[in-house]
């Protein structure tokens, strides 16, 4: 009979012997170490599923905080889960995920962020969410360095000026500057993908106006582009870094993930090519209401009418949602969510409801692959 529960100090070196086992092989370096805050007792909060002491199937949690305005949204992330060969098929997954999402809602976690897409999760009140514009940026043959202007790599001397950019995203994990510098180092998605990530920033008159984390493909990836997969400092300014350093590196195109909310950034690139994806991975909510009343700052700090919304959760997943002077309307789960989270989202709420434009609803998520990924 399996025991699940949260892991001890002493069963992260499993964990990550086993996550090593299922998802590394022998040209990358381990989990512990491009995941270091998954794989230490300090910071996560992951669970297991054991027998007879031996570790069979590991679901790495970790908690965070994600910065919406004013909002401060206490979020987890699930990743690096995996269950040992001989353990397959004995209903280890779904039991650890129940757990985990009992521990999410009881400490008091607004969402988990799931770093997969498959049925595990689709039937357990996981969806997708949010929407993100990929770019192909094409080189610019007539980009040049202004006077003054310098696209370098990011150094120990720019760690409080890129800090500082980064606070400056709307939506955004909300990370220390320790928090930043150990993420870069490890490489966590890098390391997934055996691509070499980078910071490089923008150099103004002494002044650091922009950076971007970007992924470089292998020598073995020839075909691949590179991936750019956050940023920050004004949109114009960011452009102009991705132009200097594909001139530098002499790269012909590369991929820009801008999620929906980032107008400005999209406005600069509308002359480039683009796809539509969601954001990656899947969302859970323990608490619609919860949820309502930490982003009451950011609707009313937006004007948004949403924020005079108010949310009862009903028996079997459905919600229903009151505004004055006009009907009451239940919708489910998964409706919900294109509401919350989908800008495109149309024919939701009755026609006696304000517009979507006045209700402003849609809630902004950063894109789950950066410098932070779990």
């Given at each position: 009979?399996?025991t699940?529960?949260?892991?001890?100090?002493?069963?992260?070196?499993?964990a990550?012997?086993?996550?090593?086992?299922?998802?590394?092989?022998?040209?990358?370096?381990?989990?512990?170490?491009?995941?270091?805050?998954?794989?230490?007792?300090?910071?996560?909060?992951?669970?297991?599923?054991?027998?007879d002491?031996e570790?069979l199937?590991?679901?790495?949690?970790?908690?965070?905080?994600?910065?919406?305005?004013?909002?401060?949204?206490?979020?987890?992330?699930?990743?690096?889960?995996?269950?040992?060969?001989?353990?397959?098929?004995?209903?280890?997954?779904?039991?650890?995920?129940?757990?985990?999402?009992?521990?999410?809602?009881?400490?008091?976690?607004?969402?988990?962020?799931?770093?997969?897409?498959?049925?595990?999760?689709?039937?357990n009140?996981c969806?997708?969410?949010?929407?993100?514009?990929?770019?192909?940026?094409?080189?610019?043959?007539?980009v040049?360095?202004e006077?003054?202007?310098?696209?370098?790599?990011?150094?120990?001397?720019?760690?409080?000026?890129?800090?500082?950019?980064?606070?400056?995203?709307?939506?955004?994990?909300?990370?220390?500057?320790?928090?930043?510098?150990?993420?870069?180092?490890?490489?966590?998605?890098?390391?997934?993908?055996?691509?070499?990530?980078?910071?490089?920033?923008?150099?103004?008159?002494?002044?650091?106006?922009?950076?971007?984390?970007?992924?470089?493909?292998?020598?073995?990836?020839?075909?691949?582009?590179?991936?750019?997969?956050?940023?920050?400092?004004?949109?114009?300014?960011?452009?102009?870094?991705?132009?200097?350093?594909?001139?530098q590196?002499?790269?012909?195109?590369?991929?820009?993930?801008v999620?929906?909310?980032?107008?400005?950034?999209?406005?600069?690139?509308?002359?480039?090519?683009?796809e539509?994806?969601?954001?990656?991975?899947?969302l859970?909510?323990?608490?619609?209401?919860?949820?309502?009343?930490?982003?009451?700052?950011?609707?009313?700090?937006?004007?948004?009418?949403?924020?005079?919304?108010?949310?009862?959760?009903l028996?079997?997943?459905?919600?229903?949602?009151?505004?004055?002077?006009?009907?009451?309307?239940?919708?489910?789960?998964?409706?919900?969510?294109?509401?919350?989270?989908?800008?495109?989202?149309?024919?939701?709420?009755?026609?006696?409801?304000?517009?979507?434009?006045?209700?402003?609803?849609?809630i902004?998520?950063?894109?789950?692959?950066?410098?932070?990924?779990?």
């Open positions: 009979m399996a699940i529960r949260m892991l001890q100090a002493l069963d992260y070196d499993a990550a012997r086993l996550s090593d086992d299922v998802f590394r092989n022998e040209k990358q370096m381990s989990m512990a170490h491009s995941f270091s805050y998954l794989f230490s007792p300090i910071t996560a909060h992951s669970f297991g599923a054991f027998e002491g570790l199937a590991h679901m790495g949690l970790l908690p965070s905080v994600v910065r919406i305005g004013r909002s401060r949204l206490p979020v987890f992330s699930l990743g690096s889960v995996c269950t040992s060969e001989a353990a397959r098929g004995k209903g280890f997954g779904t039991d650890l995920l129940h757990k985990v999402q009992d521990h999410v809602a009881s400490t008091g976690g607004v969402m988990m962020f799931v770093s997969g897409g498959r049925s595990l999760y689709t039937r009140r969806y997708p969410f949010g929407q993100t514009q990929i770019y192909t940026v094409t080189a610019d043959a007539n040049a360095e006077s003054g202007v310098t696209a370098r790599v990011l150094t120990e001397n720019d760690c409080f000026a890129w800090y500082e950019l980064a606070q400056q995203r709307e939506a955004a994990f909300d990370l220390s500057l320790w928090d930043m510098h150990g993420l870069e180092h490890g490489g966590a998605f890098a390391s997934c993908v055996m691509m070499k990530p980078k910071v490089y920033v923008l150099e103004r008159n002494g002044h650091i106006t922009a950076y971007i984390y970007i992924l470089f493909p292998s020598a073995k990836q020839q075909d691949a582009a590179p991936r750019v997969y956050e940023y920050g400092g004004a949109a114009e300014e960011v452009a102009y870094l991705l132009q200097l350093v594909m001139k590196k002499q790269i012909t195109a590369s991929q820009l993930y999620p929906w909310q980032d107008t400005e950034v999209s406005t600069c690139l509308h002359g480039y090519s683009s539509e994806e969601p954001n990656q991975g899947t859970y909510v323990p608490s619609i209401e919860r949820l309502f009343r930490y982003m009451q700052n950011w609707w009313s700090d937006q004007g948004a009418l949403a924020a005079h919304i108010q949310v009862t959760e028996e079997g997943g459905n919600v229903r949602l009151e505004y004055p002077d006009a009907a009451s309307v239940e919708l489910t789960e998964s409706q919900l969510f294109s509401l919350l989270f989908d800008p495109k989202a149309t024919d939701i709420l009755p026609p006696e409801w304000p517009s979507a434009e006045q209700l402003k609803i849609t902004p998520l950063p894109y789950t692959i950066g410098l932070f990924y779990v």
